[in-house]
């Protein structure tokens, strides 16, 4: 079993830059794909980024190409997303999952993702 836990959500001023974290313990953090979602009431989660076991590759969303950096420390254990130009829009509650990889894949569907966190929530004020 996978634990998984999101922090550094909160509230943030449109234009505002604001950095989440990921932990995942239970298993060995290398060997994790992992990736970032968000989700509003009455919407499905949405794919932000997604990120192989090692770091070097990273898929981003179309929304957030540009503006959402996601990265991985295998060495602290932590999973990073850095967001900066926040837009109203960019409020919801983050998650972050994890999937034991067979390999060097990121995967871009919620369904692909066996460990959830329970999210960080973010809120952007215009």
């Known amino acids: 079993q996978v634990q998984v836990v999101e922090s550094g959500g909160g509230l943030v001023q449109t234009g505002a830059s604001l950095t989440l974290s990921c932990t995942a313990s239970?298993?060995?953090?290398?060997?994790?794909?992992m990736g970032w979602f968000r989700q509003t009431p009455g919407v499905e989660r949405e794919f932000i980024g997604a990120?192989?076991?090692?770091?070097?590759?990273?898929k981003y969303a179309d929304s957030a190409k540009g503006r959402f950096t996601i990265s991985k420390d295998n060495v602290k254990n932590t999973l990073n997303l850095q967001m900066s130009s926040l837009k109203p829009d960019d409020g919801a509650l983050y998650y972050c999952?994890?999937?034991?990889?067979?390999?060097?894949?990121?995967?871009?569907?919620?369904?692909?993702?066996?460990?959830w966190g329970p999210g960080t929530r973010v809120t952007v004020s215009s």
């Open positions: 999952a994890a999937h034991p990889a067979s390999g060097p894949y990121y995967y871009t569907r919620p369904e692909s993702y066996e460990y």
């Open positions: 239970g298993r060995t953090f290398s060997s994790l794909a």
């Open positions: 990120i192989d076991w090692s770091g070097s590759q990273v």
